[in-house]
């Protein structure tokens, strides 16, 4: 599945044109820069099998849902 995602989003970046194009490589960027956070690796990979699983599952609630405002502030 996620050889799938990335080969759509591949797709469809080499559609952008050079403007979009770079204006997306800077968005990307600072992105990478965020996660240069004090939140362990632990915790975001916890953090993201947890979606993982409810996407495949949307019928479960997020455990986290409730505190969204708590996570926000440890993924910022």
Same mark, same amino acid.
Request: net charge negative.
């Given at each position: &599945? &996620?050889?799938?995602?990335? %080969?759509?989003?591949?797709?469809?970046?080499?559609? /952008?044109?050079?403007?979009?194009? %770079?204006? #997306?490589?800077? &968005? &990307?960027? @600072? #992105?990478?820069? =965020?996660? +240069? @956070?004090?939140? @362990?690796? #632990? $915790?975001?990979? %916890?953090?993201? $099998?947890?979606?993982? #699983?409810h +996407?495949? +599952?949307?019928?479960? =609630?997020?455990? /986290?849902?409730?505190?969204? @405002?708590?996570?926000? =502030? $440890?993924?910022?």
């Open positions: &599945m &996620m050889n799938a995602t990335a %080969e759509i989003l591949k797709n469809k970046i080499e559609k /952008f044109s050079p403007d979009a194009l %770079e204006a #997306f490589a800077k &968005m &990307m960027e @600072s #992105f990478e820069e =965020k996660n +240069n @956070s004090v939140t @362990s690796k #632990f $915790y975001l990979d %916890e953090i993201l $099998y947890r979606i993982q #699983f +996407n495949e +599952n949307p019928t479960t =609630k997020l455990d /986290f849902y409730e505190n969204i @405002s708590e996570l926000k =502030k $440890y993924c910022a």
